[in-house]
């Protein structure tokens, strides 16, 4: 796949194509073996990457271990380190097109997501991240100047995004780390290594020291290797909850500081005076986005019984209205799912729901009409779904729906903090007292009132096994920073 058409000028259009970004340069890959990326649309192989090995994980911890401990770049001034990242914004910018049709080769969401979402979210983290560093109170003063808090970097940061977000995942960890002067090691997905590559050549030549940044793309091995690394201070992982387990454990072990952003299995609470209109037009986003494969999504619709058959038809008039098709068309609203053997999965637990009683009112685990190739999952819709069934209670991360009834709204925030997770939600009324009241009263990170839109300024993260920490807004660089007591004046 050529990444660099369209909009390359502002591109290193040198080949890298048996090359790694280790430790701030590119070095030939030591390895014959290659990462292949699959399109989920074509089922072809449009691209490949070197595979780093063991050897080359351990050298690019060792570099950021030398550049943190010996180098120039914690010490750098916090406002010469906003510039830099600031002239990444502005390369980046320039490639926003070409990262979107990266994004949507590999992984399979819709371009005018990628572009608007993925590329363009990009940038607005990178400058929102600076505007809050600038405002970030690195020292401060307490017992009236005789004594201070400084906050200085936490050290050496590995950063493992995943497949379905990988460019605002990998920015969200990696511009508040540089900021806060650590120094990163990136592990991006073996699904989605290319746009890492992209990623790789715009950070190239923006000023970082050398040692302060590494983007090795890998697999599970990599990963579990550099979190396991008694070089690496902390590490920012963000997928399954079973992963985010794994880490922690790891993590615990050794005393080590992590951020884990996890699964969720978000509850929309549709109040009775909720105008279905509404509903329908946010939910197309918050539910179905990427075909469901996002955190966030609310797959969890709590409906009430006096208006609960008019909310499953809203809702499967919905999904039966999505249009499904090649991600590269700016018509189509939901792409295939990353790989078959996702697709597969999803489609279990379709076939799951049948099983525990559930009734499919849209969609289904038939291919979807007139697709003969991509691993597509038709949006499906669930009625009759009770919370203990396990398509209400575990993360599919495709396009399925659950529509659970309740009776009053006292059932439904207990519906709603009936799960292991506690990561997003939103409440669906007319009555901004009940909205406020409802949303305080549901456990999780984030929740909103006839909508629900992250922004890059507020924290974003979950409860429960949804994760630990937060990300984006003054609590993403809280994240990579330890706070020191500095006793300016002896005691009396």
């Known amino acids: 796949m050529d990444i660099t058409s369209g909009d390359e000028a502002a591109v290193d259009d040198t080949d890298r194509s048996d090359q790694l970004y280790l430790g701030g340069r590119w070095v030939k890959a030591e390895s014959a073996e290659r ?119 936490v050290g050496v940061v590995v950063a493992i995004p995943p497949w379905n977000v990988p460019q605002t995942t990998a920015l969200s960890k990696v511009v508040p780390a540089l900021l806060a002067g650590c120094s990163v090691v990136v592990k991006p997905s073996p699904e989605t290594p290319l746009d890492a590559l992209l990623l790789a050549k715009l950070f190239d030549d923006v000023g970082l020291p050398d040692g302060t940044l590494s983007i090795l793309p890998g697999g599970r091995e990599i990963g579990e290797r550099l979190v396991a690394h008694p070089g690496v201070d902390h590490v920012a992982f963000t997928g399954s909850t079973a992963a985010g387990r794994s880490i922690a454990s790891v993590c615990g072990r050794d005393l080590k500081r992590c951020t884990l952003e996890l699964g969720g299995k978000s509850a929309a609470i549709v109040c009775d005076d909720a105008d279905l209109d509404q509903v329908t037009a946010g939910l197309r986003t918050a539910s179905f986005n990427i075909s469901g494969q996002a955190c966030i999504a609310q797959t969890r619709v709590l409906a009430p019984r006096g208006r609960y058959s008019e909310v499953v038809d809203a809702l499967a008039g919905l999904a039966r209205g999505l249009t499904l098709g090649d991600p590269a068309d700016p018509a189509t609203d939901l792409g295939p799912l990353v790989t078959s053997a996702h697709r597969d999965r999803v489609l ?109 300024s507020l924290p974003f993260g979950g409860v429960k096994a949804s994760g630990i920490g937060r990300e984006f807004g003054r609590e993403g660089l809280d994240a990579y920073v330890e706070s020191k007591a500095y006793y300016r004046t002896a005691p009396r």
């Open 348 to 456: 279990s637990y379709i076939d799951l729901g049948e099983r525990e009683g559930a009734r499919v009112v849209a969609g289904g685990s038939k291919p979807p009409a007139g697709l003969t190739r991509g691993w597509f999952v038709a949006p499906t819709v669930f009625a009759d779904v009770g919370n203990d069934m396990r398509i209400a209670r575990e993360e599919i991360f495709g396009p399925v729906l659950c529509v659970i009834p309740y009776e009053d709204t006292d059932e439904a925030v207990a519906l709603a903090n009936d799960s292991d997770f506690g990561l997003a939600g939103s409440v669906w009324t007319q009555d901004p007292e009940r909205a406020d009241a409802l949303a305080r009263e549901v456990r999780t990170g984030m929740i909103g009132v006839n909508g629900f839109r992250p922004d890059f």
């Open 35 to 153: 990462i292949s990326v699959v399109s989920p649309f074509t089922e072809e192989v449009i691209g490949s990457v070197p595979a780093p090995t063991g050897r080359e994980a351990d050298a690019a911890v060792a570099a950021a271990r030398a550049a943190f401990d010996s180098g120039e770049w914690r010490r750098t001034p916090v406002e010469r380190r906003i510039e830099v990242l600031l002239r990444l914004a502005d390369r980046y910018e320039a490639v926003v097109e070409t990262m979107g049709r990266t994004l949507t080769a590999e992984m399979g969401a819709p371009i005018g997501w990628t572009v608007r979402a993925q590329a363009g979210g990009s940038v607005a983290i990178i400058r929102a991240m600076a505007e809050e560093a600038r405002r970030y109170p690195w020292e401060e003063d307490r017992l009236d100047g005789r004594a201070a808090v400084l906050r200085e970097p």
